[in-house]
């Protein structure tokens, strides 16, 4: 562990791998919309309120992001802060003089006074953050009730984090999941590698580095607290209100520069990654004995993850990468999207014909 890197204790065992369910319906939803990055932490300064009516006013924000219409009405609509706080809260954020109310009337018209422009750090967020789906709490609203401006601050400053097409997700040099492995056996030019019991890690940088204490008393230190526990707390809230998810990607090293391969689904990632994981099991399934497999089962103490990999190939790792669950419809989304499709057809066919190909081992 370098200095400013923190690791989180053994997450849990990874379940066997079942068939893949329905597919996530709520991903990508709606338009966007964008904020400064920079005018964004000024705005969380004042409290949990004055953020929250913030993103719902940027939500209906015109074109360039720098007025909008909607006021008290909106924010009782798609939150559960009540009339009188969503007032104040607009009044906070104009005696801070990080909007202003250019008319009155029934329907004013606020400057957000941020006109974000790719220098200031632009943030692009799904609409679908604020006004939701199905008839259930938005994310907003949901983050909100964790009552701490902080999980809502790194909420919308991951998004500024999330790389889809390079990382598959959050870069994977701020937050990651770190697998452990063991070769289970080999079948022809292929190594069976067995992985388990991710272990999370977070780096004190970007837009972690203001959930990280600056000193530990005593008090924390002997109860086993360290600098990061914020980081994971809030990482951990996100991640319990289904809003982060830890995609498993299979990568040729654990090196920088290293490439992903492909992504494991495992039942966290979308259904075709999902299905993939699931091909990949049954292939490797079928490439090593029973007892290979119950001996990789007690060196792992989990039921593993199988993955047939070329034997040339001999540093790949698992690395879980956090991935926002709702994403803005941009080029980028989908031309990630185009990306991954791709990737995971090209797979999925090459663990079909190990799968059939294969000298089943698994009775013998």
């Known amino acids: 562990m370098t200095p400013g890197e923190y690791a989180r204790g053994i997450v849990g065992a990874v379940p066997a791998l079942a068939p893949c369910g329905a597919p996530e319906s709520s991903c990508g939803v709606g338009h966007f919309f964008a904020i400064d990055g920079k005018h964004w932490e000024r705005v969380c300064t004042l409290g949990l309120n004055?953020?929250?009516?913030?993103?719902?006013?940027?939500?209906?924000?015109?074109?360039?992001?720098?007025?909008?219409?909607?006021?008290?009405?909106?924010?009782?609509?798609?939150?559960?802060?009540?009339?009188?706080?969503?007032?104040?809260?607009?009044?906070?954020?104009?005696?801070?003089?990080?909007?202003?109310?250019d008319k009155e009337g029934t329907r004013p018209l606020y400057s957000l006074?941020?006109?974000?422009?790719?220098?200031?750090?632009?943030?692009?967020?799904?609409?679908?953050?604020?006004?939701?789906?199905?008839?259930?709490?938005?994310?907003?609203?949901?983050?909100?009730?964790c009552q701490d401006v902080m999980t809502l601050r790194l909420f919308v400053d991951l998004y500024h984090e999330q790389f889809l097409p390079d990382s598959g997700g959050i870069r994977r040099s701020l937050a990651w999941e770190v697998f452990e492995r063991v070769r289970v056996g080999q079948q022809g030019p292929y190594v069976v590698w067995g992985f388990g019991n991710?272990?999370?890690?977070?780096?004190?940088?970007g837009s972690l580095e203001p959930h990280y204490r600056a000193t530990l008393t005593e008090e924390e230190k002997a109860g086993g607290e360290s600098k990061a526990t914020d980081a994971f707390r809030r990482l951990g809230q996100l991640r319990d209100l289904g809003i982060l998810k830890w995609i498993p990607h299979l990568y040729e090293s654990?090196?920088?520069?290293?490439?992903?391969?492909?992504?494991?689904?495992?039942?966290?990632?979308?259904?075709?990654?999902?299905?993939?994981?699931?091909?990949?099991?049954?292939?490797a399934v079928r490439m090593v004995t029973p007892g290979q497999l119950d001996w990789a089962r007690e060196e792992l103490d989990c039921e593993p993850i199988l993955l047939p990999v070329l034997r040339h190939m001999t540093e790949v790792v698992l690395i879980g990468i956090a991935r926002?669950?709702?994403?803005?419809?941009?080029?980028?989304?989908?031309?990630?999207?185009?990306?991954?499709?791709?990737?995971?057809?090209?797979?999925?066919a090459?663990?079909?014909r190990l799968r059939q190909n294969a000298t089943s081992r698994l009775y013998q």
């Open 324 to 348: 926002l669950h709702y994403r803005p419809r941009t080029k980028m989304t989908a031309a990630w999207w185009a990306k991954a499709n791709e990737s995971m057809m090209h797979w999925g």
């Open 50 to 101: 004055p953020a929250v009516a913030y993103m719902v006013m940027a939500s209906f924000s015109g074109r360039l992001n720098d007025v909008t219409r909607a006021s008290t009405h909106a924010i009782e609509t798609y939150t559960r802060i009540s009339r009188m706080r969503a007032k104040d809260a607009i009044g906070k954020l104009i005696k801070a003089r990080l909007i202003t109310k």
């Open 254 to 283: 654990d090196k920088p520069e290293a490439e992903i391969i492909h992504s494991v689904g495992c039942g966290q990632g979308e259904d075709i990654e999902n299905k993939l994981g699931t091909k990949a099991q049954e292939a």
């Open 198 to 205: 991710p272990r999370e890690w977070v780096s004190c940088s």
């Open 113 to 145: 006074r941020s006109k974000p422009t790719p220098e200031a750090g632009l943030v692009f967020l799904p609409n679908s953050l604020v006004v939701g789906a199905n008839g259930e709490d938005s994310p907003l609203e949901r983050v909100r009730q």
């Open 350 to 352: 090459i663990y079909d």
